[in-house]
């Protein structure tokens, strides 16, 4: 169970990260999360990792191509 909260964070992590643009704490975060032997979690890092780029520019910039939460 404790697994699971910590994850549940470091999930909230990540998208306070993205959301409020502070792309400073990408690399820490990818280092923490890479500590949990989860496969589907490693799938996701992976590919953060592989589109490092681009999801630093997701972080960066307000604009992208892809869909638009409607509020």
């Given at each position: 169970m404790e697994v699971l909260s910590e994850l549940y964070i470091l999930t909230k992590d990540f998208v306070t990260l993205?959301?409020?643009?502070?792309l400073q704490k990408l690399d820490e975060w990818i280092n923490t999360a890479q500590k949990y032997d989860i496969s589907e979690f490693q799938t996701f890092i992976n590919g953060v990792k592989k589109d490092l780029t681009a999801v630093k520019n997701g972080i960066i910039y307000s604009y992208n191509n892809g869909l638009q939460k409607v509020v």
């Open positions: 993205y959301s409020q643009k502070m």
